[in-house]
């Protein structure tokens, strides 16, 4: 039973453009989502977040955005840039407990 | 500062066989994880500890898993026998609160051949 789902494998997008990852969730009582960005041989690393009683947070070129009712977010990031090219985890976190429940993550790819 | 480490960063075992990983967390975070990513999928939460005591093992998969946190200080995560689903990348992270977000070590590639 997988509770954050991110349905696409992989993207490819041009350099400059917009890249937009999605990220579907099943447990209503989730309150925060994460995003976060790996590369090879590294650990994930924290790059936004929302609260669910926000819908939308930007940090720079990223924005996240949240819609509860459809239990949904996605990352956007404007421009994008070669060093984007990453697998993005999308994480989510229920009230005070601290564990992450993470979606399987998308590999991002930025053409030149 | 220093990250999180994690030792060793590969590890190929035989099925059967013992392997010990080993995390030491940012100096002075209370909070550490144990997370691990099978075959590509989703990466999931093992357990947490609050400096030396486990406060959530709800996800260690079986009694195979053994983790321990000497003094609060480094963890070891002990798989014993290991079978070949247990192949895969284990992440620890730390943290200094529980507010605070997550830094997570670049994991150890257990392999079970």
């Known amino acids: 039973d997988q509770q954050v789902k991110q349905n696409s494998p992989s993207l490819s997008v041009q350099e400059g453009r917009i890249s937009i990852l999605n990220c579907d969730y099943t447990?209503?009582?989730?309150?925060?989502f994460l995003w976060y960005k790996k590369y090879p041989a590294e650990g994930p690393t924290f790059l936004i977040s929302?609260?669910?009683?926000?819908d939308k947070n930007e940090d720079g070129r990223f924005t996240v955005f949240l819609n509860k009712s459809a239990k949904h977010l996605s990352l956007h990031i404007v421009p994008s840039q070669p060093g984007d090219s990453a697998v993005y985890f999308c994480?989510?976190?229920?009230?005070?407990?601290?564990?992450?429940?993470f979606g399987q993550g998308t590999r991002l790819t930025i053409n030149p | 500062e220093a990250g999180v480490t994690q030792f060793p960063s590969h590890s190929v075992i035989e099925k059967g066989q013992t392997v010990t990983l080993r995390c030491d967390p940012i100096?002075?975070?209370?909070?550490l994880y144990w997370y691990r990513r099978v075959m590509g999928k989703e990466i999931k939460f093992l357990l947490h500890?609050?400096?030396?005591?486990?406060?959530?093992e709800s996800g260690m998969p079986n009694n195979r898993f053994l983790a321990e946190r000497t003094g609060g200080t480094y963890s070891t995560l002990k798989v014993q026998p290991a079978e070949l689903e247990d192949s895969g990348v284990y992440f620890c992270?730390?943290?200094?609160?529980?507010?605070?977000?997550?830094?997570f070590g670049s994991g150890t590639r257990l392999t079970v051949v």
């Open positions: 994480a989510a976190r229920q009230g005070g407990a601290q564990k992450l429940v």
């Open positions: 447990n209503s009582m989730f309150d925060y």
């Open positions: 100096s002075g975070h209370d909070n």
């Open positions: 500890f609050v400096k030396e005591s486990k406060q959530d």
């Open positions: 929302i609260s669910s009683i926000k």
């Open positions: 992270a730390s943290s200094q609160d529980l507010g605070s977000g997550y830094t």
